[in-house]
C-alpha cells in the first residue's frame, strides 16, 4: 500500500469554523491531490499540487484553500466551514511520470453541523 | 456536463461468472483510462488501467477494453468472486498521469455466492 496517512480520520465541526486537514506521504511522490466524494457525484477534485508551493485549483475549490510547504505535507482548509462540505474527504498521490496511476489515502469524514 | 458516465448504479452476479462494468465517455483529449475499487470506509484502489494506444490490458481476473470510435470503455471480471464486491469507479484524464482524473460516479459490485 502507498504510504499515505489522513488525519484527522473523522471530525464533526460546526457552522463557521476553520477546520484543516493533513495528508501525510512517506514516498515523495511530487503530485498530490484533494478529492471529496458525495452520493450521487463520484469523486471530485477539489485542488492538486506539482511541487512544494506548487498548487492550483481543481473542478469544485470553491470555500477550499491548500498549502505544501513540504514534498509529505498537503494540507487542506475550510476557513469558515459550511453545511455543504460535509462530505468525506481523500487525499492522493501520484509520481506524475509516464502512465503511475493515482494512489489514494484512507479518507476523512468531516461533518459539518 | 458529466464527461465519464457510469450509467450503472449497480450490478449483481453469481460467483464464478463474469463481471462487466461499463463507461462512457465525451471528451475525446482523453488519453488516459483507469479503473478502481472502493470497499465502504476505505480509499479507492487502483485497479487497472489502459492508455489510448492500446485497446486492451489485462492484468489476471481483470481485463480492460477500450473503444475510442464509441468512447467506450469496460471492464470485465472472470471468475467473479464475492470478494469483489465493491464500488467501482471508472476515471479518465489528460496527459497521462500529470493530467487530473475525472471520476464517473462508480457502480456497485455485488457477487453473491
Known amino acids: 500500500d502507498a504510504g499515505i496517512t489522513q488525519s484527522p480520520r473523522h471530525k464533526v465541526t460546526e457552522t463557521g469554523t476553520p477546520v484543516t486537514l493533513r495528508c501525510h506521504q512517506t514516498e515523495n511522490h511530487r503530485y498530490m491531490y484533494w478529492y471529496r466524494q458525495d452520493p450521487g457525484h463520484g469523486l471530485r477534485l477539489i485542488h492538486y499540487s506539482y511541487g512544494v508551493k506548487d498548487t492550483d485549483k481543481g473542478e469544485v475549490s470553491d470555500g477550499y484553500s491548500v498549502s505544501r510547504s513540504k514534498t509529505e505535507d498537503f494540507l487542506l482548509t475550510l476557513e469558515s466551514a459550511t453545511s455543504s462540505q460535509t462530505s468525506v474527504y481523500f487525499c492522493a498521490i501520484s509520481e506524475g511520470r509516464g502512465n503511475q496511476p493515482q494512489h489514494f489515502g484512507d479518507g476523512t469524514r468531516l461533518s459539518i453541523l | 456536463d458529466q464527461q465519464v458516465k457510469q450509467n450503472s448504479p449497480s450490478l449483481s452476479v453469481q460467483e464464478g461468472r463474469i463481471s462487466i462494468l461499463n463507461c462512457d465517455y465525451t471528451?475525446?483529449?482523453?488519453?488516459?483510462f483507469l479503473w478502481y475499487k472502493k470497499y465502504p470506509a476505505e480509499g479507492p484502489t487502483f485497479l487497472i488501467s489502459?492508455?489510448?494506444?492500446?485497446d486492451k490490458n489485462e492484468d489476471g481476473r481483470f481485463t480492460v477494453f477500450l473503444n475510442k470510435s464509441a468512447k467506450h470503455l469496460s471492464l470485465h471480471i472472470v471468475p467473479s468472486q464475492p470478494g469483489d464486491s465493491a464500488v467501482y469507479f471508472c476515471?479518465?484524464?489528460?496527459?497521462?498521469?500529470?493530467?487530473?482524473?475525472?471520476f464517473g460516479k462508480g457502480t456497485k459490485l455485488s457477487v453473491k455466492p
Open positions: 476515471a479518465a484524464g489528460v496527459g497521462g498521469s500529470q493530467g487530473n482524473l475525472i
Open positions: 489502459i492508455s489510448s494506444i492500446k
Open positions: 471528451n475525446s483529449m482523453f488519453d488516459y
